[in-house]
């Protein structure tokens, strides 16, 4: 899964599709055929950051970011696309334009968001977040962060059945980095295992997060984000091969190499 990203200020990739207020839409273009190219299967695009100092965006705004691009890239290219958001009136707009799934990292825990996706026909990713953005990194604190992660999954799975999304059309994802500490992340990766056993593909994004800068931290710096690739892919691997489905990346050509590789040579 190839990250699009469609704000001004996300973390690695700092507005590279942004210009003028707006997405590029030329840029984004020509990012999404490099996608393809370095073997993508599907694209996510979001107009809202999460990140925790990021301003919060309107509805409106985030609509505007998303269509346009949803709708370019529906007429230019095959692969389905998913589409990041929390935001129940940009999810029935996105079904109606014909996107995929849905990337929710509240897993449809928005007032109306769950009763939107259910009125389409789309996939959703149900993630794991401890908080909200703005403070899930002040201290999280878990008992056992696998078995609260994978309690948490089960739940939200269960409420989309019970909504009317069948659990054929659900993805989960443990939402490595949202509120949780390095060991929890740590922890929660080495047991991907036990949350495929919760019967849905497993979506994972490490790609460039601090978790992989602080394993590779030496002398107290911890790994800028544009050097943790080969940290993320190593990652990416490992999950793969602990049952995960889909890996979210902004590095695709090194993501698909690895994972095609590995279906070789496993
Ligand atoms: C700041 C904080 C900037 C976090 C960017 C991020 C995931 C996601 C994101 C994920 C799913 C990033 C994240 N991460 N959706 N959206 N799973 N399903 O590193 O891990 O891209 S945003």
Known sequence: MAILNLT?????????????????????????????????????????????????????????????????????????????????????????????????VRALEREGAIGAAAASDMAVCLMHMQGQPGTMQLGPRYDDVTDEVSAYLQSRLDACVVAGIDAERVVLDPGFGFGKTLAHNIQLFKHIDQLAQ????????????????SILSK????????????????????????????IRTHDVLATADALNVLAALS
Not at 229 to 244: D, E, H, R, W
């Open 8 to 104: 001004p200020d996300s973390f690695s990739d700092g507005g590279e599709l942004f210009a003028a207020g707006k997405p590029d839409l030329d840029a984004v273009l020509k990012r999404a055929e490099q996608a393809v190219d370095e073997g993508a299967d599907i694209f996510d695009i979001g107009g809202e950051s999460t990140r925790p100092q990021a301003a919060a965006v309107g509805s409106e705004e985030e609509c505007a970011r998303v269509l346009p691009v949803l709708d370019a890239l529906k007429e230019r290219f095959e692969l389905p696309i998913s589409v990041d958001t929390s935001n129940p009136v940009l999810m029935r707009e996105a079904g109606r334009a014909g996107a995929a799934m849905i990337n929710d």
């Open 198 to 213: 919760l019967g849905r593909p497993l979506l994972i994004g490490v790609s460039r997060k601090s978790m992989i800068g």
């Open 219 to 246: 002398g107290g710096t911890i790994r800028p984000e544009k050097e943790r690739v080969f940290g993320g892919l190593a990652s990416s691997l490992i999950a793969t091969q602990k049952g995960a489905r889909i």
